[in-house]
């Protein structure tokens, strides 16, 4: 489980693109230091602002963060 290849490819150009002012989603340290506001609004289905996430992916974003969040 990393960053690289089991995080970053979840978040869209598109997502990316809306989220920029605020931090970037395909930034290593940004998600890293945003984490827990970026998985609250994961896990409430508020983020992405066109439809939730399938619950697989939320776990997987958890379960990075639990794991020690690996670059
Ligand atoms: C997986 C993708 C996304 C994640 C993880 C995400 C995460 C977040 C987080 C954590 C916040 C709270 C930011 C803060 O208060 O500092 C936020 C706010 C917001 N997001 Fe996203 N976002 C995603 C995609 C999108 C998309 C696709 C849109 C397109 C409309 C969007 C629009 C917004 C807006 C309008 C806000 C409120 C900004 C504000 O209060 O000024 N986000 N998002």
Known sequence: ???????????????RGSMQSHFDLWS???????????LA???????????AWPEADVERFERWIADGKPA
């Open 41 to 51: 609004t994961l896990r409430a289905g508020t983020m992405p602002c066109d439809g």
């Open 1 to 15: 489980m990393s960053f690289e290849t089991d995080i970053k490819p979840l978040f869209r150009e598109r997502d």
């Open 28 to 38: 290593y340290d940004d998600v890293n230091t945003h984490a827990d506001a970026i």
